[in-house]
């Protein structure tokens, strides 16, 4: 069964930074496009960042330069580094597989990151 | 950067009506294209990828089509379980987005 589970999220300090990982089970993450999904309080979905199988990765103008999306394939898990840390990065972060033209895609069910002083 | 714009914000509907949600994007895109669905609490769940192909699992009721910058989810008979929110995502090189969203309500 496709399973995938964050964990990291937590309370931080604006300008401070904190690291989310999203450990997949059923499936291999290296060999899949990965993707960090979020979404603030009552607010809609934001996409974040996707590694390609390929290891090619990409972000959102809102978090580039800020963030760092990563595979730790020995423990088969997504991470997410997420440094200088800002009010609005406030939100529920999903992980996401996405099969591109393929049925079973999967999300995680949230970790969420609180930005406040 | 291309945009993405659902249409209506807002939809309310009847159990049994068709609905049909429009996304709209601001230069023409390839066929990958998603439409998610999302209900309170709850994390989002994929019903169409690639336009029109449905996820393994989603009731045949769901279909999506379009192609360009037009793009519609189309639900044919509307059911209690389908009041939710949904959202279309462009996936692909090296910028993806999402819709700001389309909350489908009781009428």
């Known amino acids: 069964e496709v399973q995938l589970v964050e964990s990291g999220g937590g309370l931080v300090q604006p300008g401070g930074s904190l690291r989310l990982s999203c450990v997949a089970s059923g499936f291999t993450v290296s060999r899949e496009y990965m993707s960090w999904v979020r979404q603030a309080p009552g607010k809609g979905l934001e996409w974040v960042s996707v590694i390609y199988s390929g290891g090619s990765t990409y972000y959102a103008d809102s978090v580039k330069g800020r963030f760092t999306i990563s595979r730790d394939n020995s423990k088969n898990t997504l991470e997410l580094q997420m440094s200088s840390l800002r009010a609005d990065d406030t939100a529920v972060y999903y992980c996401?597989?996405?099969?591109?033209?393929?049925?079973?895609?999967?999300w995680g069910q949230g970790t969420l990151v609180t930005v406040s002083s | 950067d291309i945009q993405m714009t659902q249409s209506p914000s807002t939809l309310s509907a009847s159990v049994g009506d068709r609905v049909t949600i429009t996304c709209r994007a601001s230069q023409s895109l390839t066929s990958w294209l998603a439409w998610y669905q999302q209900k309170p609490g709850k994390a989002p769940k994929l019903l169409i990828y690639?336009?029109?192909s449905l996820e393994s699992g989603v009731p045949s009721r769901f279909s999506g089509s379009g192609s360009g910058t037009e793009f519609t989810l189309t639900i044919s008979s509307l059911q209690p379980d389908d009041f939710a929110t949904y959202y279309c995502?462009?996936?692909?090189?090296?910028?993806?987005?999402f819709g700001q969203g389309t909350k489908v309500e009781i009428k």
């Open positions: 995502q462009k996936y692909n090189s090296y910028f993806w987005t």
């Open positions: 690639k336009t029109s």
């Open positions: 996401v597989r996405v099969r591109w033209d393929l049925p079973g895609w999967a």
